[in-house]
């Protein structure tokens, strides 16, 4: 079994259990493709499972990532760190959706009770939400680009609204133009 892997029948059902997972190179890499991003420098994981009643879990996490973008505009690379707390909680009472359009649960942070967590699922979830979503190399700025047939004036975002052209007609006519 690798240590990825937790087994909650193997866990005591009276006392909290810790650990600190960094994974290798290999499961890193892994991860960083399932994301899609280039590359995953770091990877370190605190994480204490409590818990709760009979059968229910609650997982808090706490982690630091030292991740790789390309910037949306050059495609140069982007280092990150993000730190985050994530908590969740593993249930057998997950609220049963019976209709083929439902509205999220209040409780976002529960799952349903599994037989074993992969650390390396369950985490990668976790840096999904917290990447930026258009990481920019320092100093690049997100300009308006503007493209035109050779030869012919581009057309802009002002070109393209559609009553600008009836401002300027209105203007006209209040000023008595034809």
Avoid at 11 to 24: A, D, G, N, V, Y
Avoid at 80 to 93: S, V
Avoid at 99 to 105: D, F, I, K, T
Avoid at 116 to 141: N, Q
Wanted: hydrophobic residues 40%; charged residues 30%.
């Amino acid at each position: 079994m690798s240590d990825e892997i937790i087994t909650l029948a193997n866990l005591s059902p009276q006392k909290p259990f810790r650990r600190t997972w960094e994974p290798s190179a290999d499961i890193r890499a892994a991860m960083a493709d399932q994301l899609g991003i280039t590359e995953m420098r770091k990877l370190r994981v605190e994480l204490v499972l409590t818990p709760r009643g009979k059968s229910d879990w609650h997982l808090e996490a706490r982690w630091g990532a030292t991740v790789v973008q390309p910037c949306v505009v050059t495609l140069a690379p982007v280092v990150t760190r993000l730190e985050e707390k994530n908590t969740l909680t593993y249930t057998t009472k997950m609220p049963q959706i019976t209709e083929s359009e439902a509205e999220m649960p209040e409780d976002d942070t529960l799952e349903a009770l599994p037989e074993e967590i992969d650390l390396s699922i369950t985490i990668a979830e976790m840096i999904a939400l917290a990447l930026p979503d258009y990481p920019r190399a320092e100093g690049v700025e997100m300009r308006a680009q503007v493209f035109g047939p050779p030869g012919e004036a581009p057309m802009t975002d002002e070109d393209a609204k559609p009553f600008a052209g009836l401002a300027s007609l209105k203007e006209k006519l209040e000023k008595g133009g034809s």
